[in-house]
């Protein structure tokens, strides 16, 4: 694996040249331009006074120059802080806080968030077509940059903080280069792999896919946004080898009216990750497409766990998140002692690897994700002797929606902040089609005015799409112990039936 993560890209355009690299409306770049790119963009950052051990924000759709942009930095020696094109400037201000970013390259309305935070001579807009393009002004010359080792910082990605606001996960090189290998074994890839993808490059898949396509020497597509159609399209017409998919995407597949439609037939497996496989929808997609679907789990924080063995579509399983790659060490501890447990035992789930991210920022929030160097991933469950790993639970509150961690703590502050809320939890109700649902129950004042769906405009103005409130509850009073934690398991016991009742009547 390349010391540094733009080496894979360095390599690919040696290795691959004018072969297609990515593709993205009617456009196709190769490995060649990308690289070309990346060189020209790194000369525009270092004239903007970017160099080793700075940070650079990236805020963007999922587009091509996201892949050039952040070899860019790599290749400066910096390291990107990768923000969520769905955030809004509350949370971008709370990122840009905690990371402390030199430059931001953005496009859409991330643009003016960043130039009211950094100024706006410390943002690149990617939709400004004469800055761009001068930017981007073509250059065969590779950069020739003395850096450190490669266990410097390379990238942060964002994931729910304990205390409701996000914190940042810090990967080297060392790591992220770990992980990258990880993701390609785990997918089996290679140059004669063509595959999608739509998950947003802030989020840990999306920038693994466009690093594993890299060193891999395969053709990646991207979209904008998600339209199911489109992607099904695509598969047939350009013989895409392998999708990947979530909960969402597996059910909109499974109800979709004319799947049988499409020609599917060159994909060797459709990957389900983000949360554990609804057996039920993935039987019925390969009972109308004859596909299989190979199961795999990660994290930010370590970004393959395990996934089913892609060279033995035998013994894939759906009822199991798979086996951890060689270098993933895996155990399960008792969630009250920390005592390991044998195997069988359900327990939390705990893993040490070279993949593993190097902490968290703020430094505070590395005090709990750690036991004697094994990460808590917070999920429970339990190992076979064999090594197969099963996920039964969580033992942390955070709701994962479509995949993204949501923190109940975050929504809560948004809450507590209007005049007529009292007090107030937030919880996960289970969702057919996006895993779970955030849920407020709010105690409010009688004596201060609120119009019906008052508190969920504030949420949806305040806080990303899948962080947005499902239902809202009134209550009397909100449980708490003597020390004030909000019994939130016994609100999530008391209203589950009740609101997932309410739905199906709908």
Known sequence: MAAYLHHALEQAAERHGQRAAVRAGDEQWSFADLDRASNAFARHLRSCGIGPGDRVALMMANRVEFVTVFNAISKLGAAAVLISPAWKAIEVGHAVELTGPAHAVTDGSATAIFA???????????DDEVGAAAAFAWSGDRLDEAHDPPADEAVLVFSSGTTGLPKAVRHTHTSMGHATRHWIDALG???????????????????????????AGATVRLHRRFDLDEILHRIESERMTLEMAVAPIALALANHPRLED????????IMWGATPVTEAVAQVVTDRTGVRWLPAY???ELPVITCNPVDRP???????????????ELRVVDIGTGAVLEPGATGELQARSPSLMSGYLPDDENAGAFDDGWYRTGDVGWIEPEGWVHLTDRSKEMIKVNGFQVAPAEI???LHGHPAVLDCAVFGLPDQRAGEVPVAVVELDPDRPLADGELEALVADSLATYKQLRHLVVVDTIPRLPSG????RTLRDDWTPVLLAKAEDH
């Open 116 to 126: 009211e935070l950094l100024g706006t001579d410390e943002v690149t807009d990617l």
């Open 189 to 215: 890839l290679g140059p004669d792999d063509r595959f999608q993808v739509a998950t947003p490059p802030s989020h840990i898949l999306g920038l693994l896919n466009l690093l594993a396509a890299a060193a």
């Open 262 to 269: 499409f020609d599917l037939s060159s994909l060797r497996y």
């Open 298 to 300: 990660g994290a930010s």
């Open 314 to 328: 035998e013994v894939w399983r759906l009822d199991s998140a798979g086996l951890p790659p060689a270098d993933v």
């Open 412 to 414: 809560e502050a948004v």
């Open 485 to 488: 934690k909000v019994l939130r």
